[in-house]
């Protein structure tokens, strides 16, 4: 990717944000992702917008934007009225019926205007008017319109206030609408709204004044034999205005717009369509018809470059056939245009793109996909041609669980879109840690559900199946690890790689030869982060055992920290199906079968020790074992009559002395109990009440950093907030608030997962991961000198 030209204050937010990667998807509907003049990617991500900084190498998050209570369905930049600025406003619209307008301020977006639009935005469009004798100061004269599945397409009108109004409201006679795009007349002085129907057909709609804009319809565009998808408009060196619209027929038609200033008696001209606005004539022109698509085109994007003050007539085009094509106009054939450049046919587990951009410079093309995924391919002139480069991504369905490496040189995640993937920081001189995915190890048949990590290359992971799978990692994946960590302590099994049959869901491995992967990582200078194709194809983990023994789906498991041992608990109604199992790692036999609880048991956690294994149950009671000769016992439990919980307890939690554990639950409630007393004794060393906040994830952060007696505790809401809190349970059992993440900097949905990375890294400060049904996984930095306060 490119170096942006970052501003100072764009460069003092990432060095004073407290998160410090977040891994997002992008939703899967087009027009969701634009690329804007600034440098900066936004995207819809669930709820929330990300904002993404590209760099030379690996780009970042710098902002996650919540304040939708819905799916995003459409995002862009608000585009200033001069040319080639750069943006300072985006648009979003979403499923709970609102558009919300963004506008930069100092370091930060804030939300400036809510739109409603009362039903389900399915698109939106804006154009930034002119300012007439307004303060520079003020926020510019703005158009909105957004169109929603009721079948209307509103238009609101922003003054040089924060305060928006509606205006007006198209209607279509029960026809419904597609797209809408926004662009001025050849004119510059009357806007233009284009509007792409279900019958197949384009309708223009003109405002004489934008002093106080009113649409009327002059024209229908026809020749398509299928829904439009997308529009864009452009101008080209002579001032024509050029409209291109994408199809479900998998053509694109180019119409070109031209003030008309005399009759022309060429017999051969093309059919054209004319409307007059304010005494001037114009004439609409179908200027070519592009054939090169074998399947839906969802996405077409004009290139904003201009040279030498004239517009480059470059159109990008992707669709669900997995291509994206870059069209030119002929040189020596007038009106014709030729495909210059094709990219895609992506392999692996994917569909086609939804949508399309240049970059700013017009030397980068980017298309994001069906499982939320982004393909950016990048100019080369050396090699005059275009090469993948590395993208912005994360998970496109919930993520459900994560663990580290027990060196903390990696992250493993896991989620319901049915892979686990493993991010890693690299570390650069001037930005400290960029943190970005590595790999997949596995990409399953079904949803994923928990994960555990038995050494640095062995990692075991269950699903919606009955099946304990186990993992152990490539060479390729170490020499991989070697340019971003020390891994002379790392194994790997001899398979250069892994692949998964056709029909079969056991990742194989593969051998070869001679190790390429060596070879490549001694000769390679600087560091290339793996391309979304590379992730997809060539990163896969074999398979080298499966453990039988549930009788229902998978749902919880643990591993102790000597790697030797193995819990696993699956979906379960009745106590016996609600047993934990143990497995010895190095037979891979059982070993042991607990039984306790009379539901599905929801989270195990081994002491840091390892003499106490503590299980927590949606029948809202806790069991603790202690490991006597070899075996578990269980030696404390809770009932339903005594516990302080009254709701499913979630998860629960040690603290880094095995002295304390913690149990959260749906009612709200955190209780701290003390080992050495809850044999004799089932009652609580204290309660936390969260105020009717269903808690749904807990970790105690390593005691480097906390007085003796006291210990930080991380709690993860199922609202998305976190809070990271101080607890002191030796003199006087108090407890108070550190400091909170809200919902644009932690996540927005249910936090599924907390866990702070070993102190045995060579990061300063205290760093916590998190994951979400969100579909988001995040990183934290907590500095130590705050924690200290």
Excluded at 91 to 105: F, K, N, P
Excluded at 392 to 398: Q, Y
Excluded at 634 to 654: E, F, G, T
Aim: with cysteine; charged share 20%.
């Amino acid at each position: 990717m490119f170096e942006t030209s970052s501003s100072p204050q764009r460069s003092k937010l990432i060095r004073d944000m407290t998160t410090c990667y977040a891994a997002c998807s992008c939703n899967r509907v087009p027009h969701c992702a634009d690329w804007g003049t600034n440098g900066l990617l936004c995207y819809g991500t669930r709820n929330a917008i990300a904002v993404y900084e590209p760099r030379s190498h690996i780009g970042r998050v710098t902002h996650t934007l919540h304040r939708h209570r819905d799916r995003v369905s459409t995002v862009h930049w608000i585009k200033p009225r001069t040319a080639g600025a750069p943006e300072s406003e985006l648009l979003s619209g979403s499923v709970d019926g609102t558009v919300i307008i963004w506008s930069e301020d100092d370091i930060a977006f804030r939300c400036t205007s809510v739109l409603s639009a009362e039903s389900p935005v399915a698109f939106a469009d804006s154009l930034q008017l002119s300012d007439v004798d307004v303060p520079s100061t003020t926020l510019a004269r703005l158009l909105v319109c957004a169109g929603s599945i009721n079948g209307d397409i509103r238009l609101w009108l922003r003054e040089n206030t924060e305060d928006a109004k509606q205006i007006q409201s198209l209607t279509f006679g029960g026809r419904l609408p597609m797209h809408c795009r926004l662009t001025y007349l050849p004119s510059g002085k009357c806007p233009l709204l284009a509007v792409a129907l279900e019958d197949a057909s384009v309708l223009l709609y003109i405002a004489e004044s934008e002093l106080e804009p009113s649409f009327v319809r002059v024209q229908r565009l026809v020749g398509h034999e299928d829904w439009v998808l997308c529009m864009d408009f452009t101008r080209d060196g002579d001032g024509n205005l050029f409209l291109a619209t994408g199809s479900k027929d998998s053509m694109i038609r180019l119409w070109r717009i031209n003030e008309t200033v005399e009759e022309s008696s060429d017999e051969l001209k093309q059919e054209s369509n004319t409307f007059a606005v304010n005494d001037k004539q114009y004439d609409i022109t179908l200027e070519s018809v592009l054939s090169g698509h074998e399947s839906w085109v969802y996405g077409v994007h004009w290139q904003p470059v201009k040279t030498d003050n004239c517009q480059t007539m470059k159109l990008l085009s992707s669709s669900m056939d997995k291509t994206m094509i870059i069209w030119e106009p002929a040189e020596i054939m007038n009106g014709m245009w030729t495909e210059a450049v094709r990219v895609g046919e992506v392999g692996g587990n994917s569909l086609g793109f939804y949508g399309c951009k240049f970059g700013p410079d017009g030397l980068h093309i980017l298309a994001h996909g069906y499982q939320g995924s982004f393909h950016i391919w990048k100019y080369s002139r050396e090699m005059n041609k275009w090469l993948p480069r590395s993208t912005p991504g994360g998970h496109f369905s919930e993520a459900v669980d994560l663990c580290w490496e027990p060196k903390g040189r990696f992250l493993i995640t896991a989620s319901t879109d049915q892979t686990t993937r493993i991010h890693a920081p690299w570390k650069d001189d001037d930005l400290g840690e960029l943190w970005h995915e590595i790999a997949r190890p596995q990409v399953h048949g079904y949803d994923m559900a928990c994960l555990a990590m038995l050494a640095p290359h062995i990692y075991v992971s269950g699903a919606d199946e009955k099946v304990v799978r186990i993992f152990t990692a490539t060479s390729t994946f170490k020499n991989h690890l070697r340019s971003l960590a020390n891994v002379e302590d790392f194994k790997s099994m001899k398979a250069y790689s892994a692949a998964v049959p056709s029909l079969g869901l056991t990742n194989k491995a593969t051998y070869c030869g001679e190790d390429d992967g060596e070879k490549n990582s001694t000769t390679e200078n600087v560091y290339e982060p793996p391309t979304e194709e590379e992730l997809m194809q060539n990163t896969l983990w074999p398979e080298t055992n499966k453990l039988y023994g549930h009788g229902y789906e998978i749902f919880c498991m643990a591993a102790r920290h000597d790697g030797k041992l193995l819990a696993t608990a699956c979906k379960s109604t009745t106590q016996e199906h609600a047993a934990i199992l143990l497995w010895a790692t190095d037979t891979w036999l059982q070993v042991q079968k607990l039984i306790y609880h009379q539901l599905t048991v929801t989270q195990m956690e081994f002491s840091p020790d390892d003499k106490y294994l503590l299980s927590v149950s949606r029948d809202r009671r806790w069991s603790l074992f202690k490991a006597t000769d070899g075996d578990y016992e269980l030696i404390a439990a809770s009932s339903k009559k005594d516990s302080p919980h009254s709701r499913i307890i979630w998860c629960c939690a040690w603290t880094q002395d095995s002295n304390y554990f913690a149990t959260g639950s749906r009612d709200g409630k955190i209780a701290i109990w003390s080992t050495s007393t809850v044999q004799e004794n089932i009652i609580p060393r204290m309660i936390l009440d969260m105020q009717n906040q269903s808690v749904t994830a807990l970790c105690f952060a390593p005691s480097i950093c906390i007085a003796q007696g006291s210990h930080l505790l991380a709690v993860g809401y199922e609202k998305g907030r976190i809070e990271i809190q101080k607890v002191n349970t030796e003199l006087d059992n108090t407890w108070s608030k550190l400091f909170e993440y809200d919902t644009s900097q932690a996540h927005h949905l249910t936090v599924k997962r907390l866990m702070f990375r070993p102190v045995n890294h060579s990061y300063n400060d205290l760093q916590l991961a998190s994951c979400s049904s969100d579909y988001s996984v995040k990183i934290h930095n907590i500095e130590l000198p705050l924690l200290e306060s």
